[in-house]
């Protein structure tokens, strides 16, 4: 721990440089529409806004691999409009369920899980009836070299993919991992 008195040295933060903290793994994403999955809840494809530092996306743009052991924060936040006839599918009660999450994989080939979540239920009420509804979480992760996050939602077709910026995902390196 570093003291307030200490002056920040390489040896103080164990050979980092104490002049770089612009280095810390950190991006940002934006939504990109996506028509190739069909079912409800799945994943969210992304393009890049700035270019990554200490991150990548896979080949389907739908995970997020990071490039060293750390902690990171995580924020996600979606835009869905809702229009009329934008219920779930075999309702007739006019309800939409919204749902964001993160997943992530385990180390050693553990199967993807959900990690957090967040969900809203509304009725759409009129014809002409426009709803915008938002939807967000941030959570602080402590990810390995060998995982990747991902992005689900429940009715992705329904995302804002036309307000720029509206749907993005941000995640900034938070630390490194102690031994």
Do not use: C
């Not at 040896?11 to 939504?31: I, T």
């Not at 902690?71 to 006839?85: C, E, K, T």
């Not at 002409?128 to 990747?148: G, R, T």
């Not at 992005?151 to 941000?170: E, G």
């Amino acid at each position: 721990m570093i003291k307030a008195t200490e002056s920040l040295t390489k040896e103080s933060l164990n050979g980092r440089d104490p002049g770089n903290s612009s280095s810390k793994a950190h991006w940002f994403l934006k939504v990109s529409r996506d028509d190739s999955h069909t079912e409800v809840l799945g994943p969210v494809r992304w393009e890049q806004e700035h270019n990554p530092r200490g991150m990548s996306l896979d080949p389907s743009k739908t995970r997020i691999a990071v490039d060293d052991d750390g902690i990171y924060v995580v924020f996600v936040q979606a835009v869905f409009i809702l229009r009329s006839g934008s219920t779930d599918t075999g309702q007739t009660d006019k309800r939409v369920r919204l749902r964001l999450q993160l997943n992530t994989n385990g180390t050693d080939g553990i199967p993807e899980d959900q990690l957090v979540a967040a969900w809203d239920e509304r009725e759409v009420k009129d014809v002409h009836d426009e709803q915008i509804v938002h939807l967000s979480f941030m959570v602080l992760l402590e990810l390995k070299k060998s995982q990747y996050i991902r992005v689900m939602a429940k009715h992705r077709d329904k995302l804002d993919y036309n307000t720029p910026l509206s749907t993005f995902l941000t995640i900034v390196k938070h630390s490194d991992l102690q031994d």
